[in-house]
Structure formats: C-alpha cells, structure tokens
C-alpha cells in the first residue's frame, strides 16, 4: 500500500498501523523493533495502532502494544481512548486490559491539557523571598533597622489587622494587614519569646532613589514577627482600629486576597517555629538562622545535621484533594464531615502518606473515605493552607465504581450530586439542596472549574 508523495517514514507508519488494524502480530513487534517511536503515533483522525487494533478486536497485538510501553491514555480527533472504543465495539476483554483503574479507562472524563491558569486565595505573591539573602547576616541586619522595612505582627498566630472600608472588585475583604515600621517592633523584637522571620522583598521596586537608611539597594524587606507577649496598650494607642483576627477559621478567609499569601508565608513559618522549639531528633536547644527558615541543633553530634537536613526546615504537609467524576461523567462525589455547617458537602480531601505518590494518595483516601474506587487522576492547581502548613493538591479524578460505603470516622455523609444539582449552586436559579465551601477553599474552585470547563460557563 503506497501512496504516491509520501516520505518513507509515512509509508512505515502506514504499514504499521495497517499491521495493527489486520491483526499481525509479527509485523507489529518487527516494527516496534527497529522504530519504538511509531509505538503512540497516529495517522488519521488520531486513531494509533492500540486503537485500531482495538476496534478490530485483535487481543494478542494489543497485549504486544500493552507490553511494549504504548501510552493508552492518547485519544483520538474524538476524543475516545483505546478503552472508550473497545467498550463501543464489545470487545469486552480488551477493554479489561485497558481499564486497570490506573490511568486507563474514562480519562476522557478529564479535560484535555494542562488545567493551570487557576489562582487560589493564600497563593498570590507580592513578595520575591530572595532566599539567597537568608545566609546574608549583614544585609539583613540593614534591613531589620531600615526605617524603610515593614514588620507583620502576629500574636500567638493571629496577625494583626486593620478593618479596610469598601469592597474590592474580587470580595468583600473587611480587613487588611496592619505594616509597621521598625520604630514601632524595635522593643518587641528585642524581648526574649519572640519570632522573626525574613518574607522577602517587594517585587515591585519602588520609582524612589536608594536612600543609605532604606539600604543602598533600594528593595523594600518585610519581616513578620510572632510575640506571646505583647505590649497590648502600646500598639492599642498607635493603632486605634486595629485588631489581632481570631480565631483562624474563618477569620483568615476575610483578609484582602493581594495579601492573603504573604499571610499564608508567615504564619506557616511561624507556626513551625512554634511547634518545633527544641531539635525534634535529640530534644536540645536550637539556634534560629538564615532569616528564620532555618533552626540549627546546637548539638554538634545530632543525627539531624548529617546529610540533608530536612527537620531544621519549616515543614509542610502535602494534602491531596479531590473531585470524584461519576464514570457516566454527569455526576460528582461530595462528603461532609460532622463538624460542617448544616447542608454543606466539599470535596474529599487527605494527607499524603509517606512514600506515597499523588495519585495513589488520590485513589487511597477516596476508597478509605467512601469507599469509591477511583481511576485516572489529573492534577488542576494548589494552594497553601497555613492552618498550620499544608499544602492542598487540588485533583480531579474519574470514579471505576460508584457503590458509596463511608468511612464514620471521618465522614458523615457521602453523595453523588447531578451536574444540574452543582450548577444550582452556582447559578442560584433554583433553590440549591445543599451549600459548597466559600470560594477561598480550593474545594469551590475545583467544583467550578469541573463545571466551567463542562459546562462552558
Ligand atoms: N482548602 C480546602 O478546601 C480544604 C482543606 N482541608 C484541609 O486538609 C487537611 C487534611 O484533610 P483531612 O480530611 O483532615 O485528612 P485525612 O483524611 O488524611 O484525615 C486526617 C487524619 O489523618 C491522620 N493523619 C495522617 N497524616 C497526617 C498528617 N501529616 N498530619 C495530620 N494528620 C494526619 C490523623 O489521624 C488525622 O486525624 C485538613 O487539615 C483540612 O484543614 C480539607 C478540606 C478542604
Ligand atoms: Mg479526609
Ligand atoms: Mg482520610
Ligand atoms: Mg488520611
Ligand atoms: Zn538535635
């Protein structure tokens, strides 16, 4: 079969994918053989020799596909996996083999390309952390003093806040940071019990010349500082209006979302050095160093300053979180836990164990909390959670069982809503049958982006 004006590495492929669509198993691994590439190409309409073979119901060449490493998640101009076309045909058996419940079947279910683009409340950065200025003990002692620096307080981890008049153009932001110079924190940072941590500086430089007490370099730094005592009456007095915003939930969903990030930076820092005042290996003193982003065993023969010394830095708990499509791509599996307010679902949502990958921690917390077991998993976007220090992994994957069977423990309630049902919630059109986080939890914003992107809201 060859068609005049085709190179000869057309001609092959054609050959190849003919080979696969007739059922020739030695013609298919002699390919293979000497162009391992051809193995995920297409020719028309996207169909590659998994699919063709596929259709045609040829086992033993997609067992040799399968084998050989294809790659059977591609689609075709239509957007059908190998899986999607074996279930049309019947060919039963073959769509066993391709629905392994680890990437294989309904992935179709999830949009297509990167699913970035999305900004979450606690993500957005006006700081460059200049990580490289941490270990700069003089430049950062410049800077401390520099009447030009700004200082976020916060005591016993609640910041301290000014109520802003307005709305912005995103929400309703009642409050705002309260920045303070060095003049105002010189004596509190002096006092023993409190916390100093370098943030960064301000990405955007300011059109002013560098002035000597600013630093020579005119960047603008920022500290924040964390105090269990604290001149109260002091700052009561300079800042009539301020306040120390408690308790974080849902207190911290009320901040100005330019800086709710620069928040979510500090107070997550803040609270490991908190929690983590002596060496969590041997139990002596630390020394804070490197602008606060470190704490050093003073213990010289300390386990934990051996290779990587990963417990003298702030830490961070990864948290999968997760949309579960129904497999008829319709439907989503929201849960609520006890402690929700009446009538509220969200998505599921689990800490990363050790050793453990994303999407296994995607299809293990799903299973242990609804008892749904879960195939394909695509990851959307994240966010920082600093209560005290997560960081939420926003996930949508695609259900291979629907029989719900909850974990007590942890769930109260686990349903299948209709797609009608969520865009309810959004649209208000008609009275909705139950309520979703607030849009600064990534949970909303997974919701939506599955119905936006769906839906073509
Ligand atoms: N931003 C958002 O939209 C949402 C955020 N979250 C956050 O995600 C986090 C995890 O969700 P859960 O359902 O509670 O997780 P989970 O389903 O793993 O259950 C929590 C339990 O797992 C155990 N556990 C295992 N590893 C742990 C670790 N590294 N740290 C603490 N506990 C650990 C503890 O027994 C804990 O009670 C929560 O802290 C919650 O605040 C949860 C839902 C929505
Ligand atoms: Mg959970
Ligand atoms: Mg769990
Ligand atoms: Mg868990
Ligand atoms: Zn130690």
């Given at each position: 079969m060859t068609n005049v004006g085709m190179s000869p590495k057309d001609e092959m492929l054609a050959r190849f994918l003919d080979a696969a669509a007739r059922g020739d198993v030695a013609a298919v691994s002699a390919t293979i053989g000497h162009s391992g590439s051809f193995i995920n190409e297409s020719g028309e309409n996207g169909w590659t020799a998994l699919m063709l073979a596929t259709r045609h119901g040829h086992v033993e060449v997609v067992n040799t596909l399968l084998s050989e490493g294809c790659d059977k998640s591609l689609v075709n101009k239509s957007g059908q996996t190998s899986y999607d076309i074996a279930k049309f045909w019947g060919h039963k058996h073959i769509a066993g083999l391709l629905a392994d419940g680890k990437g294989g079947g309904n992935r179709h279910l999830l949009p297509r390309g990167s699913a970035g683009g999305q900004e979450n409340y606690f993500s957005r950065e006006f700081l460059n952390r200049m990580s490289e200025k941490r270990t700069d003990s003089q430049w950062l002692e410049a800077k401390q003093s520099s009447p030009a620096s700004v200082y976020i307080l916060f005591f016993n981890l609640n910041p301290f806040v000014t109520p802003t008049a307005g709305e912005t153009s995103e929400s309703r932001a009642p409050f705002g940071l309260c920045r303070l110079r060095w003049e105002s924190v010189e004596a509190l940072v002096k006092q023993p019990g409190t916390t100093l941590v370098f943030l960064g500086v301000e990405k955007q430089v300011k059109l002013v010349p560098p002035s000597p007490e600013g630093g020579k370099d005119g960047l603008t730094a920022w500290f924040a500082l964390n105090t269990d005592s604290i001149p109260v009456k002091e700052l009561e007095l300079s800042y009539p209006n301020s306040v120390f915003l408690k308790p974080p939930m849902p207190q911290l969903l009320r901040l100005n979302p330019n800086e709710a990030g620069v928040i979510a930076q500090a107070r997550s820092v803040l609270a490991w050095h908190d929690r983590y005042s002596?060496?969590?290996?041997?139990?002596s003193r630390t020394k804070v160093c490197e602008g606060g982003y470190k704490r050093t065993c003073?213990?010289?023969?300390?386990?934990?300053?051996?290779?990587?010394?990963?417990?003298c830095y702030p830490r961070v708990d990864p948290v999968v979180i997760m949309l579960v499509i129904h497999p008829d791509g319709n439907q989503c599996l929201l849960g609520r836990k006890k402690t929700f307010p009446a009538g509220m679902f969200s998505c599921l949502a689990g800490f990363v164990e050790a050793g453990e990958s994303m999407e296994d921690a995607v299809r293990r917390e799903v299973e242990e909390e609804s008892g749904v077991k879960v195939g394909p998993v695509q990851y959307v976007s994240s966010q920082p959670w600093p209560m005290p220090s997560s960081l939420m992994i926003g996930c949508l994957a695609v259900a291979v069982s629907t029989h719900i069977k909850v974990d007590e423990d942890e769930i109260e309630e686990a349903r299948w809503f209709t797609r009608q049902q969520v865009i309810d919630v959004f649209t208000k059109n008609s009275q909705p049958v139950f309520t979703i986080p607030p849009r600064q939890a990534i949970a909303h914003q997974l919701i939506k982006y599955w119905i936006g992107v769906n839906a073509n809201l």
């Open positions: 002596f060496c969590p290996t041997c139990g003073l213990n010289e023969d300390c386990r934990s300053l051996q290779g990587i010394q990963n417990t």
